[in-house]
């Protein structure tokens, strides 16, 4: 029986469809004021081009468990081979981790930083990691060794600020703006670091603080553990470095947790061990304008897209600017 192979590029080529294609979606939604309509929007299209990507995918981070979300659960199979047997086993069996839509209020509002995201890798290079909280510290590229979640914040910050050759009070740090965080807030001001607070959106945070140029240092607190292997899978291809822990709400959790092979929920994970892959492919569109990337736009002949496209493999980072042309012959394209 013939195997089935194909380049890895063509992945990444198709996961990008996948992340412009549920952007576009979402991205109709903006402002509309319902997030469950804005996701699921964006899902229902992320399913489907997904099914037209040559892979035997499964689903390791999605929407939720089997019984509570319809698509993209965990353990979903997806793409255009997942029915094939193991005989006729193809080159392509990959984990796959989505976000379909990362802030689904800021979509629903029209404010900034809403992306779509998925990430792959071979099997296993992903950890499984439970709907709860995870505990994040996040820094980019220099200061990578230097931070230590037990330490204090004081420290970590005289660490990331020494590496980035400056004072602390030049640093800015993302933190959500949750009621958890008061004391950590009092912290970093205490420290004196300067804090850019955000309604929602620590994924596309985490991966800004990796990227130059962008005026954030670090994003601190606690925010979704499957954001945290997302920005996991983004901070390997970018060199950036997250420290993590999940944070255990109740019996039922714990239980889950177990089930789930997680046998010391206090483990603090390093970034290889969020996302331990090999050959990992992480692609991101803009829904709303942010730090990280334009949002869709939408000028009557067309529409366009910005994009992060990343794999790990090959070291390539790119950013796509895509003009999704309207099916007419006399459209023009501007620079
Ligand atoms: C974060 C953020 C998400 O959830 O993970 C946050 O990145 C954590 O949950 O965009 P709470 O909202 O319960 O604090 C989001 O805000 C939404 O999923």
Known sequence: MARIRLPLQNLSRAFLEVVEQSAIAAART???????????????????IMDSVPMKGTIVIGEGERDK???LYIGEKVGKHKDITKGEQIAHEVDIAVDPLEGTNLCATGAPGAITVLASSEKGGLLNAPDC??????VGPSSKGVID??????????????R???????????VLDRPRHAQLIQDIRAAGARIRLISDGDLSAGISVALRGTGVHAVMGIGGAPEGVLTAAALRCLNGEILARLVVK???????????????????????????????????TGVTDG?????VRFFGDGTRTQSLLMNLANRHVRFVDTVHLAQRPDISVRL
């Not at 903006?30 to 489907?48: L, N, Y």
């Not at 980035?164 to 993302?174: C, G, Q």
């Open 133 to 138: 909280y995870m505990e994040k510290i996040i």
């Open 69 to 71: 979300a319809p698509m």
């Open 250 to 284: 109740d019996e039922e959790q714990a239980e889950r947790m177990k089930n789930m092979g997680i046998r010391d929920p206090s483990k603090v994970y390093a970034t290889t061990e969020l996302a331990s892959g090999k050959n990992i492919i992480f692609a991101a």
């Open 30 to 48: 903006m402002g509309i004021g319902d997030r469950e309509f804005s996701d699921q929007a964006a899902v229902e299209v992320m399913r489907k």
């Open 291 to 295: 730090t990280l990337l334009k949002g």
């Open 164 to 174: 980035l050759d400056r004072d602390v009070e030049n640093l800015v740090v993302v």
């Open 149 to 162: 979640i037990d330490a204090s914040v004081k420290d970590n910050l005289r660490a990331i600020a020494r």
